[in-house]
């Protein structure tokens, strides 16, 4: 493993330990050359991803940019920190799991909005105004009109 702070391939493992869900191996290492202490975690990879994106470009699945678009639409929201991680876990798992080595970026979206639909409403709603390109009000009427028709749904099962 390549030191972040000096380059150098000379690095060693000082700790192993799985992490909670004992899905991900936590690594602390430390650098010969510079002394420098960093953490790396090890997961398991059922294939490589391809994403096809809206241009028909190909790149390979990079599950650092999904994190950081979810980072991004559950900004200042109150969600647990290791509840965003099983998220992008499941997600992920259900891409690899797909049976497919090349995934449309439209299909990551429809996903990554199912799963933040049942964790938050507000980064839903962000999400989608961004994956959908909203540009008029109307558009977010619209969404907020599809969360508050199934909330009374819920309401009324729940009555029953």
């Known amino acids: ?13 000082k700790d192993s330990r799985p992490t ?8 602390r290492r430390v650098c010969i050359a510079c002394n420098f202490r960093f953490t790396t975690f ?21 599950r650092d940019k999904l994190v950081r678009s979810l980072q991004i639409s559950l900004r200042k929201r109150p969600v647990d920190p290791e509840r965003v991680e099983k998220m992008v876990s499941a997600i992920v ?7 497919e080595a090349e995934v449309s970026s439209e299909a990551i979206g429809e996903i990554v ?6 964790l938050d409403d507000v980064a ?13 009000a109307k558009d977010f009427e619209a ?13 009324a ?3 029953k």
Request: one cysteine or more; glycine letters at 4%; aromatic letters at 6%.
């Open 93 to 99: 798992r259900e891409l690899e799991s797909g049976g």
């Open 20 to 27: 909670e869900d004992s899905a991900v191996i936590r690594r």
């Open 124 to 136: 839903y709603v962000r999400f989608a105004s961004v994956y959908r390109n909203f540009r008029e």
């Open 143 to 155: 969404v907020l009109g599809e969360l508050s028709a199934e909330d009374a749904a819920r309401v």
């Open 1 to 13: 493993m390549r030191c972040p702070s000096c380059n150098s391939l000379d690095t060693q493992v």
């Open 113 to 118: 909005m199912e799963h933040l639909r049942q």
């Open 157 to 159: 099962t729940l009555r």
């Open 42 to 62: 090890e997961r398991v990879q059922l294939r490589e991803l391809t994403v096809i994106k809206r241009n028909g470009r190909r790149v390979p699945f990079d």
